[in-house]
């Protein structure tokens, strides 16, 4: 089991029931395979720069454990979502 940090914006134009939907989704993807260590919502927060022209998303941070081919399915099933704008998984075990 590797250590992973993935984080994601939501669109900041839904609604919180759907944006604390999309985060559940994830925490049960990840729960499938993997165990959940941590999660931090950041909340809304101005982007860099606009993204589908958006200037503000719901940030979120989700510490996990997964074997090495959890983090292929969740970035597959996240660049699929209509909800996640944008989504990073980093490996924290290689440095």
Do not use: C
């Not at 134009?13 to 604390?20: F, G, H, P, W, Y």
């Not at 993997?34 to 958006?54: C, F, H």
């Amino acid at each position: 089991m590797n250590n992973y940090e993935l984080m994601f914006i939501i669109a900041a134009a839904l609604d919180d029931s759907v944006k604390e939907a999309t985060i559940e989704t994830v925490k049960e993807i990840i729960s499938s395979g993997g165990e959940v260590v941590q999660t931090d919502v950041w909340g809304i927060r101005k982007l860099a720069y606009p993204i589908k022209k958006k200037n503000e998303g719901y940030y979120a941070v989700i510490l996990f454990k997964a074997p090495a081919d959890l983090p292929k399915e969740l970035d597959r099933r996240l660049r699929i979502s209509d909800n996640v704008i944008r989504h990073l998984i980093i490996n924290k075990d290689e440095k």
